[in-house]
């Protein structure tokens, strides 16, 4: 036999063993796949080794969730590779999965790039249900809990009176003016030390660049490590995703353990004014269970999950009064009448102020930040729910994805759900689960928002002080003389990613009368007054 014939023969051999694996393995996966689970978009049967994957854009996938939702119905399942997700549409199958049955759907899935690699799971985000998430969870209370929210007031407030003095002086950039507001106020709250320049500041600029990484990664079925996790093996340099995670993991951390060593350093000169940083560090015996990288990495998760929501949402809001002048105008009446021109609104206002409040509760649901409700829930058990007379099985390790853009959507829940109606908001509402908020945008049962009622309070002091100051209209066209009308379409005038915020957009901002803009120029000079303690900067 010539060596031709034995090396042909040999890999003919060989062929067939790789084609019996691959037979072999189609068929389990086909017979392992459970029966009785939500139906797929279409009934569509999922491929081998792919499942569904195919099919997922990787782009604002939550727009093809809608239209599945609406077509298909309410709970579906799509497979990522042999991991089965279960899409929600409907608020009250996300209430009866994720709040009624919350000891079996409070956990995360595996990420491989955003968990694995890039955080090795050891942040609240991504955290197993268990003993560890829940000491996570503990050590934010210091931030969160509606009586630390409390301290953490003034900063906002002050922090916010400059946002209205900055569109004062440069509306033009009220953009911008937004993002840099939140992320002062947060980083003020979690460190002790203002954001006076986002292109500048360089604390702000590493904590930034991790988190846009994590959100641009973190979006499902962008990643083929999430369908494939042996990827993750590959060396680094034949895997891209891989090395920079890991690059962004080490600058991470050590930008963290700096941030939280400067506020210690000002302990001990009798300098560092009120941060959570600073309460953690102080009762730094209470957190037996973290260890100085959980520890260090728990101020850094107000950056990262309250910077963008906040700010997004605000945009969002500038952009639903430029288009609803009658909106602006209700709420301008409401304003005028209990808060005058001589002050700006405070927090003893609240409760008059309820178009305002109504406006916010719209705007969070209409454009709801976390698009996809955040990052998705998994399963710890079996479980069989029923649903319109229909029995459904979730297996165990299923990943819970409640799409908000489907929910918040929802017919049945709202009526002309695509309209921005703040009314809807006026009154009782019913909702299931989380009742009187009346939606879903800060998520579901043991793992919803921790940080909902910070979020809360700064969106009510910034959203009410910008409908009081000033008047938001289209922006007019230099050239031709045109209004300009912006994009609020989810799919043109949004961006993409795990959060979705509108696209930069020019619109006319004026101040509503001579009497506001003292107030403005006046409680602004205050303002810096007060904040010069959180301008101590060491770097
Ligand atoms: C408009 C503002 C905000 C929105 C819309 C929002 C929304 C959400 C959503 C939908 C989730 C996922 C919930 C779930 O898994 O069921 C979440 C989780 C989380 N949020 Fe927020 N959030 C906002 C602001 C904040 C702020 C200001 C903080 C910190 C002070 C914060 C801290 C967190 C943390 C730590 C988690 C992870 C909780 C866990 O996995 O146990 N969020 N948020």
Known sequence: MSLYTTVAK??????????????????TQELRRPKN??????????????????????EKSWIAFRKWNEEYGPVLTVWNGTTPTILIGDPEIAVELMEKRSTKYSSRPRFVVAGDLLTENRTILFAPYGERWRAYRKALHLATMPKSVDTYRPVMEME???????????????????????????????YGRRVLDIHTDGAYQKLARNIDFLTSINVPGAQWHETFPA?????????????????????????????????????QQGIAPHSYAKLLLENREKYPELDDM????????????GVDTTSATLQSLVLALVLHPEVQRQAHEELDRVVGSGRSPHWDDEEKLVYVQAIIKEILRWRPVAILGGTPHASTEDDIFEWEGRQYFIPKGAIILGNLWSIHMNPKTYEDPEEFKPERFLGDRQYPGTGTKGHSSFGWGRRICPGAYF???????????????FNFSKAVHPITGNEITPDASMETGYTSGFNTRPHPFPCKIEVRNNEIRETIEREAKDAWQDLKIFENFYD
């Open 455 to 469: 979020a809360e309070r700064s969106l009510y002091l910034t959203a009410t002080r910008l409908l009081w100051a």
């Open 231 to 267: 990827l993750r093996f590959l060396p680094s340099f034949m895997n891209p995703i891989k090395k920079a995670a890991i690059n962004f993991r080490e600058q991470g951390r050590a930008n963290l353990r700096s941030l939280v060593q400067e506020v210690q350093t000002k302990i």
């Open 37 to 58: 689970m939500p139906p797929t978009p279409g009934n569509k049967r999922p491929l081998p080794f792919f499942g569904n994957k195919l099919d997922i854009p990787k």
């Open 160 to 190: 916010g009176k400059v946002l209205a003095h900055d569109i004062l002086s440069k509306p033009e950039d009220w953009y911008n003016l937004i993002y840099r507001y939140t992320a002062s106020s947060v980083v003020a709250i979690a």
């Open 294 to 305: 959980e520890f260090n990495g728990a101020p850094g998760s107000l950056f990262g999950a």
């Open 10 to 27: 040999f890999a003919l051999q060989a062929l067939g063993v790789v084609v019996v694996a691959l037979l072999t393995s189609i068929i």
